[in-house]
């Protein structure tokens, strides 16, 4: 067997261990699903679930990255035709929640209950950070703007304008502000 097969059967395999775990955190919430239940879903055995993810943080460190890399890519194509910096920091805060909203996997984790959980993934993780960096060059701006997309997914505006109003408010000129 080559490598390169290897890899591949490696990848497969965790995709469909991944998959099994979405439809579980949708039906259940992400923080009431244990690894017996997502390898029992998988169709695998426990000891298999643990040859590609050592526990359930680390599965959901790999299904979060997964899924922001995935929703970063629509959220860079809803955003590359802003040419202003302004009109493109309200696409892409808006255009990330209404995705996340829209996708019933990753709004599981901004339920009462799961919320705190992926709020502390949210800041600790690199690849979600790299997502703000698409958006602001600054780190530390980046961080508070995911910040602020975790926030109007657990705490949501009124409406889709109450929400956009907020942002054009408060969000652009700080950030604006902090890349001048």
């Known amino acids: 067997m ?3 097969l290897g890899d591949e059967r490696t990848r497969v395999a965790a ?10 955190f949708v039906e259940r919430g992400v923080a009431g699903v244990g690894m017996g239940e997502i390898a029992r879903a998988a169709g695998c055995s426990r000891a298999t679930l643990y040859r590609y993810f050592a526990d359930r943080n680390e599965l959901h460190l790999a299904f979060v990255h997964r899924e922001a890399r995935r929703v970063g890519r629509l959220v860079s194509a809803d955003a590359v035709a802003a040419t ?6 309200v696409t892409a805060v808006l255009s990330a929640v209404r995705r996340v909203r829209e996708t019933p ?4 984790w901004f ?26 060059d600054d780190p530390g701006a980046a961080r508070w703007l995911v910040r602020i997309i975790v926030s109007l997914l657990t705490v949501p505006g009124r409406d889709e304008q109450d929400e956009r109003e907020l942002v054009e408010r408060y969000v652009v000129p700080a950030l604006i502000g902090s890349c001048a």
């Open 84 to 89: 202003e910096p302004a009109d493109r920091i």
């Open 105 to 108: 996997t990753l709004a599981a």
């Open 2 to 4: 080559t490598s390169w």
């Open 15 to 24: 995709e469909r261990i991944l998959d099994a775990a979405a439809e579980l």
């Open 111 to 136: 339920r009462t209950g799961d919320a705190v959980m992926t709020a502390e993934l949210a800041q600790s993780s690199p690849v979600i950070e790299a997502l703000g960096l698409t958006v602001v």
